[in-house]
């Protein structure tokens, strides 16, 4: 049944095009830029991993936690032992074949452990109880020439940020940029290390969210070296002075009501616009381990202005969510009294909810996807 609702979408996905150029709708990655990053450099994880076939052991997320001496392993191998101290985090092993933060979680007794021994390719490491943050690297031929660091918030919802901050002069801690240095000699591309502390927890071959926040600079001397390196390998120091750009916050929006109902883009544009955000917005569907999900992020230049609006749309979005569940309990109630006036209530309700399907096609999947996830894992 679930993979019938998947091939469904699937095949709805494949009019998208059709759908958002007909309704008006946005393209974050597309629609408010005129600079933009090669197709050289791949978007995700699966592509990148097929395309540097010398380097995607980086991947492998238990040989990353090894690399650096930290407790880790399989999860299938795991027992219960003195020597291991709790809470552990556990995950899928290889970071290409999974999205998002799917099946990771903070396991505090041994008993949460077994309902998760099932899932294929699962490990576990020491718990690094810091807060997150990270690093894009730019490398020819194994040299870094470039680094665009994410400073996270301290505050976070179980592990996913509230927000990051996207400054020039944000500086990576130097463990990781050695790390780094050690393992990627004779890469050329993108390096994304994600790291807790001094310590490494993921890695990839490509640019975080798929180049937005490198777009949302709008530097062209920037996105141009950055071609300049998958194009040509090489890097254009002559322009690197040119390369400073405005610093910026991506803020994420969270509920923790079950995502039933997503607001229209039309709604969601307004929004945006009314409080003076930054161009590049969109749904993003992320649990936050079973306690709730990232249903939203966008950018601002001001921190508290965004704070203020990421408040708003968390307030809506929660609202939306009881409102609908209690007109649906009430249509229920009526139609048991009276089923005309039931029915009718029903088809009332039935349309105002179906205004969430006024969004590109791409969302209700990645909304079916995120709350499947949630759900059975």
């Not at 995607?56 to 299938?76: C, E, H, I, P, T």
């Not at 569940?325 to 009430?330: K, P, Y």
């Amino acid at each position: 049944m679930l993979d019938t609702i998947d091939n469904i979408f699937k095949s709805v996905v494949s009019y998208e095009q059709y759908w958002c150029k007909a309704m008006g709708f946005l393209n974050p990655y597309i629609d408010p830029f005129t600079h933009f990053i090669s197709k050289k450099i791949p978007d995700f994880d699966g592509q990148a991993f097929y395309k540097y076939k010398k380097h995607n052991f980086v991947y492998d997320k238990l040989w990353v936690m090894r690399s650096q001496g930290l407790l880790a392993g399989d999860l299938k191998d795991l027992k219960e032992n003195d020597n291991i101290k709790l809470p552990i985090f556990i995950k899928p092993r290889w970071g290409n074949e999974t999205a998002s933060s799917k099946n990771c979680f903070k396991i505090k007794s041994w008993d949460e452990l077994e309902q998760y021994r099932r899932i294929p390719d699962m490990m576990w490491s020491e718990f690094i109880d810091a807060k997150e943050q990270m690093t894009d690297y730019i490398l020819v031929n194994g040299q870094i020439v470039y680094q665009i660091t994410y400073v996270y918030s301290d505050t976070q919802n179980e592990f996913i940020d509230d927000w990051k901050y996207i400054s020039p002069d944000n500086e990576p801690i130097s463990k990781i940029t050695e790390w780094v240095n050690m393992h990627m000699g004779g890469f050329t591309g993108a390096v994304n290390a994600q790291y807790r502390d001094d310590k490494i927890i993921e890695v990839s071959l490509r640019l975080a969210r798929g180049g937005a926040y490198i777009l949302s600079t709008k530097n062209e001397y920037l996105i141009q070296n950055i071609n300049n390196v998958v194009d040509k390998g090489e890097w254009d120091y002559n322009i690197q002075d040119k390369m400073k750009f405005s610093p910026f916050y991506s803020f994420k929006c969270y509920s923790k009501v079950p995502l039933l109902y997503v607001y229209p883009q039309y709604v969601m544009d307004y929004i945006m616009k009314k409080n003076n955000c930054m161009p590049f917005y969109e749904y993003y569907f992320e649990p936050a381990g079973k306690t709730g999900m990232v249903a939203f992020q966008f950018m601002h230049t001001n921190f508290d202005k965004g704070m203020k609006t990421k408040k708003h749309l968390e307030t809506m979005f929660n609202f939306a969510q009881y409102l609908f569940m209690f007109l649906f309990i009430v249509s229920l109630i009526l139609f048991s009294i009276n089923k005309l006036v039931g029915v009718v209530m029903i088809i009332f309700v039935g349309m105002i909810f179906n205004t969430r399907m006024l969004n590109p096609f791409s969302v209700q999947y990645q909304h079916w996807k995120a709350a499947k996830q949630m759900i059975i894992g």
